[in-house]
């Protein structure tokens, strides 16, 4: 879940800290990778000393960690409530890409993070808690599972592949298109024209009939 504001001033201090260090990290992160980014740039990019760095995280990979995972629970968040705005499936993929591509597009660069992380993209194997980032990547599959198994049970989905198809295949085409809508921003369309543009695809496939 996203971390709350604090109330107290001191801890509030402490909590804008972190997030300077984070936001200037992973600006870092999304242009360089993780083995190309140092923690000297971190701190000259925060405009903190490196041992105020320290004071917040102990490694790199505690950095790279904080981002990834909170905009994993930022998915799972959105995931959760867009089950309960809605009833029915198609009302449901609306709310959630929706959503998913404002998040994107507020927060380029800790979505591009973790878009190279769940992919594989970066080659690198970054020492983080895989398990709590799997439970988290579970929850989130198991809010699409329970939501688009009525769909495909009633045929509204495709039954020559299996559910579990269905749902990477809606995986796949939502996230990797607002990664490359946000990393090769080249369009004039709007960010409601190209959420409508995947919400077309996801309902009527690429070619126009």
Do not use: W
């Not at 790199?60 to 799972?76: G, L, P, T």
């Amino acid at each position: 879940m996203t971390e709350e504001i604090p109330t107290t001033r001191k801890e509030r201090e402490r909590f804008f800290r972190k997030q300077e260090i984070l936001n200037a990290a992973k600006k870092i992160f999304a242009h360089k990778g993780f083995a190309n980014t140092t923690l000297d740039e971190i701190a000259e990019s925060s405009e903190f000393g490196k041992g105020t760095l320290y004071n917040y995280f102990q490694r790199k990979e505690d950095i790279y960690e904080s981002i990834v995972m909170e905009v994993a629970n930022r998915i799972v968040t959105a995931a959760k409530t867009a089950d309960q705005e809605t009833t029915d499936y198609d009302a449901f993929i609306r709310s959630f890409v929706t959503k998913i591509f404002m998040d994107g597009y507020q927060d380029p660069d800790g979505f591009r993070v973790y878009v190279r992380e769940i992919s594989g993209l970066s080659f690198e194997t970054i020492d983080i808690n895989r398990e709590v980032f799997y439970n988290t990547k579970m929850e989130f599959f198991q809010i699409l599972m329970e939501r688009f198994k009525p769909g495909y049970e009633t045929g509204a989905l495709r039954r020559n592949i299996s559910l579990d198809e269905n749902i990477a295949y809606f995986i796949h085409l939502v996230f990797p298109y607002l990664q490359y809508s946000i990393s090769c921003p080249h369009s004039s369309a709007s960010l409601a024209e190209k959420t409508e543009l995947v919400l077309s695809v996801i309902h009527n496939g690429f070619l126009i009939k």
